[in-house]
């Protein structure tokens, strides 16, 4: 039941744009992004509820396509800030009020 | 300010002793969870609790043990029967007031078993 990421690890320049994927088997309530720094907790990023609804936090933005239970997070124009490990948590429509994380993605950006 | 608090920080353990994590949120939220994570690894969860006085297992709960006494504090015992408790532990709490339930993590206890 464990979502699975894609892809696994990504590398860019400062100012270019990413796409990290989340897919899941089980029908899906709820998505959460995290960021993670080295060393550190992970950071809450948002949160998209079943109904398809985008959300966009300055030049992070995300997407949930209840169809294909798969959530997106769109990076823009990234900044070095935004390098760590990002991950998905997912809420199963028939769960019991936990998030089951994906493996991670890991994002470098370079200047 | 408003937030969770895990202490210690770096906690050393000799093998065969219990130690217990602590956890404290003044978020007023219902929901708190204990997730395990390995160096490059995701999160697992080892306990949770929807509200005071009950709690379940998660997915690797085998070793550690939960109480919720009271609705801010939630504290996780490593016990001697976890065969490899050697990681980094973060507690969460979750809210599900005015429709938000983000869930928010603590800043972690690094446990080493020496």
């Known amino acids: 039941q464990q979502p699975v990421q894609s892809p696994q690890a990504v590398i860019l320049r400062e100012g270019e744009d990413a796409v990290i994927n989340c897919s899941s088997s089980?029908?899906?309530?709820?998505v959460h992004w995290y960021r993670q720094k080295h060393g550190e907790a992970p950071v809450f990023l948002m949160i998209?509820?079943?109904?398809?609804e985008q959300k966009g936090h300055e030049k992070i933005s995300a997407s949930f396509n209840e169809k294909k239970q798969q959530s997106s997070l769109y990076l823009t124009a990234s900044q070095l800030s935004y390098s760590g490990t990002y991950f998905c948590g997912t809420e199963q429509v028939q769960g019991a009020q936990k998030l089951v994380f994906g493996q991670g993605t890991r994002l470098t950006i370079n200047p | 300010d408003g937030g969770i608090t895990q202490s210690p920080k770096y906690l050393f353990r000799k093998e065969g002793q219990n130690v217990t994590l602590s956890c404290e949120q003044n978020?007023?939220?219902?929901?708190m969870y204990w997730y395990r994570q390995d160096p490059g690894q995701g999160l697992r969860l080892i306990y949770y609790?929807?509200?005071?006085?009950?709690?379940q297992k998660g997915d690797i709960a085998e070793g550690y043990s939960v109480s919720r006494e009271k609705k801010e504090s939630f504290p996780l015992t490593v016990t001697s029967a976890q065969k490899n408790p050697t990681a980094f532990y973060l507690c969460?709490?979750?809210?599900?007031?005015?429709?938000?339930?983000?869930?928010?993590f603590g800043p972690g206890t690094r446990l080493t078993v020496l």
């Open positions: 089980k029908a899906l309530y709820s």
């Open positions: 609790s929807q509200i005071v006085n009950d709690f």
């Open positions: 978020l007023n939220h219902d929901a």
């Open positions: 969460a709490s979750r809210g599900w007031s005015s429709g938000n339930n983000e869930q928010f």
């Open positions: 998209l509820l079943k109904g398809g």
